[in-house]
């Protein structure tokens, strides 16, 4: 089974703040690896994803996440954080390979941005 | 442009009536989803079809219907069966060979 936990289901930052949404995953075998965010009233848009190769991953809106095997990671960074990220962000995992994949998501985490 | 939309926005329905919910995408993808959602819950998968004609149950597939008749459009029936209706409904599709899921904007139903 695999699962998927967000540390803080609400995140408050101050204008031009860093962002981290913490993501930490536990699967069987070797994952995908998804972040997306949701505007109020709206459907998910995704940011980024991981799937193979390089383990830091760059999104839109100068996102970018870290795949940490040895944590069993993925947390989402934003080296300064603008009124625009104010959402809810969600992590998701599905095991890799072909075939019917079940994605299960995290709960998600809110993001106040503080002006 | 291509995408997935869902109609309507809003939906308002009494106890005991069935609805449906649509789904329509021109992304020419194999795979479309239904997922719900409820505050501090993530999103749950009601049904799935990887292909027209066929479709499997989810985790939260009690209550609810749903067909597949053509490859672009995959309408949801939330039926008086169903204890907790009200909720927020999300359509996905996916491309074959493509690891994420595309999503549409949402039905906010509410049913009293």
């Known amino acids: 089974a695999q699962s998927v936990t967000q540390l803080g289901s609400h995140v408050s930052v101050s204008e031009g703040a860093l962002v981290l949404l913490r993501c930490n995953y536990s699967?069987?075998?070797?994952?995908?690896l998804f972040w997306y965010v949701q505007y109020p009233n709206q459907g998910l848009q995704l940011l980024l994803k991981?799937?193979?190769?390089?383990?830091l991953v760059k999104g839109i809106n100068g996102f970018e996440a870290e795949f940490k095997k040895s944590e069993t990671s993925f947390h989402l960074t934003k080296p300064s954080a603008h009124m625009s990220d104010a959402a809810e962000y969600f992590c998701?995992?599905?095991?890799?390979?072909?075939?019917?994949?079940?994605?299960?998501f995290g709960t998600g985490t809110k993001l106040q941005v503080i002006p | 442009d291509g995408g997935i939309t869902q109609s309507p926005k809003y939906l308002f329905r009494k106890e005991g009536q069935n609805v449906t919910l649509s789904c329509e995408q021109n992304?020419?993808?194999?795979?479309m989803y239904w997922y719900r959602q409820d505050p501090g819950q993530g999103l749950r998968l009601i049904y799935y079809s990887q292909i027209v004609n066929d479709f499997q149950k989810g985790d939260i597939a009690e209550g609810y219907s749903v067909s597949r008749e053509k490859k672009e459009s995959f309408p949801l029936t939330v039926t008086s069966a169903q204890k907790n209706p009200t909720a927020f409904y999300l359509c996905a599709s996916k491309g074959e060979g493509a690891r994420e899921q595309y999503f549409g904007p949402g039905t906010r139903l509410t049913v009293t």
């Open positions: 991981y799937t193979t190769g390089a383990t």
């Open positions: 699967s069987s075998v070797p994952p995908y």
């Open positions: 992304l020419n993808h194999d795979a």
């Open positions: 998701a995992v599905k095991k890799a390979g072909g075939g019917y994949q079940k994605v299960t």
